[in-house]
């Protein structure tokens, strides 16, 4: 059958995942490598490489086109990369690099936009028409569903949840601002704290429990060891929980979501995170917007490549007219 | 001609301002008083008393309807009044009050969102989609529109700017809330600085400008003081402006609005947000969104008298089909 398959690509700031996806969602196959950090070069290779291994057997004509999701400020209407703290990818049009190889019609957006689409579309989100999506990884990401239609903004550049003002005059964002969430929600944050409270007698638990020096230390190792008991990890993680959490109750009375999603690749791998923005809503959350509903991504890892693909099959319809 | 006017109304923490307005924005009649404190029915009996006054002579086959902006959480489906900081109207009915005693058909909305809507038809932010109204008033209001439309959210609860987060764990703010913009940017706000200031040696020159004692001082006061070239006045205004301008660089992110549009009482009366604002949005706000304009509100004081009577047309004319 003609475009059956849409390509999703899940660009991280450490690996790429691809999926070869249906268009009710199922993943039929799945590769991952690597993200390269030598170059804008070297990225498009790998992923135009993974792209090629997933489409190993397909016949062009089955494929609607490929969604690539990003880590980068992505300006939507005019398909550009603005910005991009972890690669080397701004002001490289990664479209027709990528379109220029692999012969399919390429759509790019932010990795948080795709996740939130994956979720909205197969996931925790399904059905609802105004959530925000809240990754946790590397940065903090996201996106923000109205109506039913991921917000865009003027210049297709909105949603961007992490570098919203938690702390004026607070601590160093890695997009070079200062105070943003992304600066005590990620794994950027969780890792400094973690290293700077391992390098005292207070945080010594911690590098015993993972076995590892002070500086080390990574999220995985904080999560665990909180895990096993240990509390000072636990305060590291619920000190972040907690911004996270007055933050989002700030956004729930700007926004009047009817849904919260927490997810992205530390968001996905402790429940900590959307039991205190729960708990943080309830008491901070302005009278009438209380139900908003906190829940995990459900699509989890696959959202970034399942939203992605999503996205491909959009834009599709869009140039067939299907819409 | 037949529903050629709406009454407008903006109820205030301090003031009740109503007035008539033909279709096209003029303000034919208008009237205010202050707002009493006494309690809901007193307020209601102001509101209706006002109304009265600009409707003499008219007759009532001319007016399409009842516009009312309240300083409260209004939910825009249900209009219900949810929560009201300033007035003693959290869960009281008053539309249905107002309703039973004016023979019109009556529409509520919040404040700062009738402000916006104010701007958006005849003001400041006339024929752009995608903006944010800021109103620096007794509190921080505001509206958000999305796509030419008022954002309303998942309970028509959205748009409410002055309840994010800007400093987790901060001042406490009149919300009950702790950190909210409204704690650092408010008439609130900039009085408690400047009678604490005053209070001491370095403040003194204000409480000697002003001629009244620390405690008696007021925004207006602090904004003359500055105008007069007081830099402990200055100082003050720029403190809650800096907070403001990076509160909204944040939101710049989050939205990638057109345009930012400053207005209220105290935003009316002072370049300095509507200055500070655009430098923190060039020096903080991330790339492609720092083409958004910043401006004052055109329409100024009368915003959200004529917003509300541009709600109510709305309503007439979804009522008879007109839409």
Redesign the interface.
């Known amino acids: 059958m003609r475009n059956s398959y849409a390509v999703g690509v899940d660009v991280g700031g450490t690996k790429i995942a691809v999926g070869l996806v249906e268009r009710k969602g199922r993943l039929l196959k799945q590769s991952t490598r690597n993200t390269p950090t030598s170059g804008p070069f070297a990225v498009v290779d790998a992923v135009i490489a993974v792209i090629d291994e997933v489409l190993v057997g397909i016949h062009p004509s089955e494929v609607a086109g490929i969604g690539i999701g990003l880590p980068a ?1 992505v ?1 939507f209407f005019r398909q550009t990369v ?2 991009c703290t972890n690669l080397p990818l ?1 002001g490289v049009d990664v479209r027709s690099l990528v379109m220029s190889r692999v012969k399919y019609e390429v759509v790019l957006d932010n990795d948080g936009h795709a996740a939130a689409v994956g979720e909205s579309r197969f996931g925790a989100a399904k059905g609802v ?2 959530f925000l999506m809240v990754t946790i990884g590397t940065g903090v990401g996201g996106g ?1 569903f ?1 109506g039913g239609e991921p ?11 992490g ?8 601590l160093p964002c890695p ?1 070079g ?4 969430l992304e600066a ?1 929600v990620s794994r950027f944050a969780i890792e400094r704290d973690a290293r700077e409270t391992a390098a005292t007698f207070r945080g010594a638990t911690m590098t015993r429990f993972a076995g590892v020096e002070a500086g080390e230390l990574t999220a995985e190792h904080v999560i665990a060891a909180a895990n096993a008991g240990d509390e000072v990890a636990a305060g590291i993680l619920m000190e972040s929980a ?2 996270l959490g ?2 989002l ?3 729930v ?6 849904l919260i999603v927490i997810g992205g690749g530390l968001g996905d791998r402790t429940a900590i995170f959307a039991e205190v923005v729960a708990v943080a809503i309830e008491r ?1 959350a ?4 209380r ?2 509903r906190v829940a995990r991504a459900e699509v989890g890892n696959d959202a970034g490549v399942l939203g992605a693909a999503a996205l491909a099959f959009d834009e599709y319809d869009a140039r067939e007219g299907l819409h």
Not at 151 to 161: A, F, I
Not at 177 to 180: D, F
Request: hydrophobic share 35%.
């Open positions: 400020q300006d603005e910005f701004a028409r105004d923000l109205v917000y865009r903004g003027h210049r297709g550049l909105g949603g961007e949840l570098h919203t003002m938690v702390v004026v005059g607070g997009c601002g200062v105070g943003h005590y907690n911004v007055a933050s109750a700030g956004m009375n700007l926004l009047n979501p009817e901070e302005m009278a009438g917007r139900d908003v």
